[in-house]
T-cell receptor, first 113, second 113 residues
């Protein structure tokens, strides 16, 4: 039982390049989330998927797109990377809708030059 | 507006001393509250949670937190810290939807020998 896995762990992009961050969970959770973490700002929600087949914007969705590929997988795409998107990205999942308890992956450290 | 406020960005403390990390939540945030810990270069790990019942909640690694509805607080405490407790700690609460968590900005606990 690996929990929540993310790939890649590290990535360096040039401005304007695109990439997709992958996330998978093996806990049979319905809900999945993408956050970014920046110093002094805690975690900010980018997008979430309450259940398979649905996605919704979070607090900071601009410049990102997501795909809920199936119940296990939720990917985050940067179509044209900008230096402001340099951050650590975390994926999380939740199976307890009433309480919102979430389980996190190890993160992807992205640098855009 | 829904918010979770962590009053201290950094808390330095000597090894074996007690520590309290403060967290206040807005009354519009659900009463489901969590503390997460993030060790360097890792994802977030659930430390403890308050869902209902006893207002004193015990978590992993000897931490505990007390839910205080009248003061809208959920402070985290440990009677004697270890060097290995050095990490960033996040308080979080369920928002207007059980799908989403509202995070505080984090408190860095620095334990000195």
């Amino acid at each position: 039982n690996a929990g929540v896995t993310q790939t890649p762990k590290f990535q360096v992009l040039k401005t304007g390049q695109s990439m997709t961050l992958q996330c998978a969970q093996d806990m049979n959770h319905n809900s999945m989330y993408w956050y970014r973490q920046d110093p002094g700002m805690g975690l900010r929600l980018i997008y979430y998927s309450a259940s398979e087949g649905t996605t919704d914007k979070g607090e900071v969705p601009n410049g990102y797109n997501v795909s809920r590929l199936n119940k296990r997988e939720f990917s985050l795409r940067l179509e044209s990377a900008a230096p402001s998107q340099t951050s650590v990205y975390f994926c999380a999942s939740s199976g307890l809708l009433q309480t919102g308890e979430q389980y996190f992956g190890p993160g992807t450290r992205l640098t855009v030059t | 507006a829904q918010s979770v406020t962590q009053l201290d960005s950094q808390v330095p403390v000597f090894e074996e001393a007690p520590v309290e990390l403060r967290c206040n939540y807005s009354s519009s945030v659900s009463v489901y509250l969590f503390w997460y810990v993030q060790y360097p270069n890792q994802g977030l790990q659930l430390l403890l949670k308050y869902l209902s019942g006893s207002t004193l909640v015990k978590g992993i690694n000897g931490f505990e937190a007390e839910f205080n509805k009248s003061q809208t607080s959920f402070h985290l405490r440990k009677p004697s810290v270890h060097i290995s407790d050095t990490a960033e700690y996040f308080c979080a609460g369920s928002g207007d939807s059980s799908y989403k968590l509202i995070f505080g900005s984090g408190t860095r606990l620095l334990v000195r020998p």
